[in-house]
């Protein structure tokens, strides 16, 4: 995995019911005869991730020349050189955070998507890392970009993105393509009768739960999980943790090229946005008192052990 990130190419918190998928317990059994590959590792227990952490690409050739949509496949757009230094930036902050903790066992985990730009970050991340450190990489699809519809018309595009804001950001749907309701759909999980068609965050809470790069004797609770991705891909994913609202949504702002937001488990074994970030940050990203309510609940309530 190391020797591929290498060479690739260029409501109220006083009101709503809680899940605990957003928790992190001291650890879970993971059921055997559901992964064989965990049989070993029978009766033990899988560390949870201490951290999620989300990352926007670098700043892209869209980012700067908008007309570059029209003649290059969005999933061909690659970084600026101000990209690139950006994606190295954010591999060092990264490494410093995680290596803060002063555990000798740290490791990440990276999830991308497979756009350029995305992948092109992950490789000025992962500068910061000795190959030691990175448990593995995932691409995943699920990850990639909302879809504007193929090559984008300049003028057509901006009218749309006009119709967008007075018919709502989260439900105009983009001819051809998709609108940020559709990918919440395939970040979240869909279910038809006994069967389960899998959204990216099911994939995740899986992966988590039987330990997929933690191996046994390898298990720690130092693992951090870092998702490379798309402005819109990151907010629709916060959104479902935490049960958002559509209204709560469209108050959100984008997340910086090149920047990250830090879900890490608090006193209660949550994650929570506060205990890495202040009030302020999180105001900034577009959090309403309610929802920075919900982090502070996340951060100091106790683990109920289940998803």
């Known amino acids: 995995m190391v020797a591929l990130l290498a060479s690739w190419p260029l409501p109220s918190s006083s009101s709503r019911f809680r899940c605990c998928e957003d928790s992190l317990s001291s650890g879970r059994v993971?059921?055997?005869?559901?992964?064989?590959?965990?049989?070993a590792a029978a009766g033990g227990t899988v560390p949870r991730p201490r951290r999620i952490i989300l990352v926007r690409h670098g700043e892209s050739e869209g980012n700067v020349d908008e007309s570059v949509y029209t003649r290059v496949p969005d999933p061909r757009i690659g970084l600026t050189a101000r990209g690139w230094q950006e994606a190295e930036?954010?591999?060092?902050?990264i490494r410093e955070?995680?290596?803060?903790?002063?555990a000798d066992d740290w490791k990440v985990y990276f999830y991308v998507s497979p756009y350029r730009r995305t992948l092109e970050t992950l490789r000025g991340i992962g500068l910061a890392f000795k190959p030691s450190r990175i448990a593995g990489v995932r691409e995943e699809p699920r990850l990639r970009e909302q879809d504007f519809g193929n090559f984008q018309d300049r003028e057509k595009m901006r009218i749309e993105k006009d119709i967008r804001l007075r018919y709502g950001r989260f439900f105009y749907r983009f001819p051809n393509g998709e609108s940020a309701a559709d990918v919440y759909d395939r970040i979240t999980a869909s279910y038809l009768c006994s069967v389960t068609a899998t959204g990216f965050r099911e994939t995740l809470r899986a992966d988590i739960d039987i330990g997929r790069f933690q191996p046994p004797g390898e298990q720690s609770p130092?693992?951090?999980?870092?998702?490379?991705?798309?402005?819109?891909?990151?907010?629709v994913f916060l959104m479902r943790w935490y049960k958002w609202t559509v209204e709560q949504y469209e108050g959100l702002h984008n997340i910086d090229n090149g920047g990250m937001l830090v879900m890490q488990t608090g006193s209660g074994g949550r994650y929570s946005l506060l205990v890495h970030h202040s009030v302020e940050?999180?105001?900034?990203?577009?959090?309403?008192?309610?929802?920075?309510?919900?982090q502070m609940w996340y951060w100091m309530a106790k683990d109920c052990k289940t998803w």
Request: aromatic share 4%; proline share 8%.
């Open 89 to 93: 930036a954010c591999g060092v902050r």
């Open 30 to 39: 993971a059921p055997p005869s559901r992964f064989p590959e965990r049989a």
């Open 222 to 235: 130092n693992m951090n999980i870092v998702i490379v991705s798309h402005g819109l891909t990151l907010r």
């Open 281 to 294: 940050e999180l105001q900034a990203f577009g959090l309403s008192e309610p929802m920075l309510n919900d």
């Open 97 to 102: 955070l995680v290596s803060g903790d002063g």
